[in-house]
């Protein structure tokens, strides 16, 4: 098999899982809610039961033909055919799935757990920002201005609300996009848009081909977009171009070259991303401490171009002309948004936690612990460990405990959210292709297969809130210690 045929049964695979999480999650949704549900309501759930029963008989059927494709009948055959079809399907699939969550508005739902609030609290730690998280019906993160929706109370607060899906609920990965919503909101307050929009409108060149209202607009609603884009991944680094990827080939429908009125084409998106992320971050393709990061990425990278090579294949029209987004996606429009954001963002008056590529030096170790099942918000250096631990065994003796005392031992190795999320991308990405779809690829029983992988979904869900929650429990005796002055 040649090599780009190899990428292009990964770049499938990985689809697969992730198509057969989505379900995962719905049924996991309904599971819970049936828990909380008066008996009187039990009919509506059913209705989801026997919905998600029937989506996952017809994806398992799927996945069968899929897996003798890849097996026996050869995936070089026929190739186009094959591919288009194949993307096609998995395509239906997530907008089954979308429609299905639409429907999730019929059950009453909880607000959203503390480590969520605590995942992105962290990020704007330094400043005043507050915002709410709710849930969406839709399949989709945004940040939402609830005033808009209440045009006739002009007066009320101009919080904003940032929205996840209902089943990402439990899942700290998919947070992990809101924090280009974070982005938006403070996008806002700095006025971005207006700065950058100033500064353009002003070329000669801009003039000419900005003449028509629609280009206008459209301008506007993608400087913001690539603003937020700038944020996240100021954020949060990798793990802000990881979900970025996955979200795009795996929930988007369109053409993934095409762009829309509110969002610059996402190849372009990505494309960007990358490009900050060595110039802005200054992190060295060639540095040997980066190797495993690169080829993570690069191989994230190349799904996402396979998925718009196929895009290609069963041309989509396009909504915007290209000389239009060729003229305006320029380099200088980048840089101008770039520079703009992080001069503001990261000025004295505004202190937000930035990721920082040093702290990828331990990412490999992280993700190792994580393989073993091991929690890391506590991670810190062996020899630390062992010292604190011993300190904590000599305080047991003397029957004083003193925890402000102890863990600035064990803080050695604070990590912090962002930290946490990258490590459990990057470990999720090899688990996926190798580790989780084993799973399906030998089983004789799809049901029994679907099963397995969603223990261990669930399992690797439940790893990363605990590393979350050790990580805020650290921070706060730490915290603690600082404040006694114990150093
Ligand atoms: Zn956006």
Partial sequence: MINEEKERELFFKLFFA?????????????????????????????????????????????????????????FSKDRKYSHGLILRLFNRFSRKIQEIHKCLKWIYTPWTEKETYAFLNQLVLGSDIKFSIVFTDEYTFLKHDAHKDLP?????SKAPLLALPKIERNNPLRWTILAHEVGHVLAERLNITTRIYENFSTCENFKRVVGEIKKDRILQAWIPELAADAISLRFLGPAAIMPFIN?????????????????????????????SLEMDMQVEYQAPRFKELFEQLNRYRDFFFIRCYIDGEMRIDRIIDEDFEKEYLSLKLLKAIAENVYSLCWSKDCQISTFSIDDYDKNDELKKMLHQNIPIGSYSPEKKKISARSRLENAKKNKKVNLARIYPDLNQGLLSMSEIVNAGWAEKLDRQLYDWWEIFKEAKEFEKAFNEYRDRLLEYDLLLRKSMEMSLIHTFYHEKSKERGVK
């Fill in 18 to 74: 992730e198509s057969a999480e989505k379900i995962v999650r719905l049924e996991c949704f309904i599971d819970e809610a049936k828990k909380k549900a008066p008996e009187k309501n039990l009919g509506v759930l059913q209705i989801f039961d026997e919905t998600i029963e029937i989506l996952k008989s017809q994806f398992l059927n799927e996945a069968h033909e899929f897996n003798e494709r890849l097996e026996s009948k050869g």
């Fill in 152 to 156: 006739d109370f002009v007066d009320i």
């Fill in 247 to 275: 979200f795009c080939i795996t929930m988007i429908e369109n053409n993934l070259q095409n762009p829309t009125e509110f969002h610059p084409p996402p190849s372009r998106r990505l494309e960007y991303l990358l490009n």
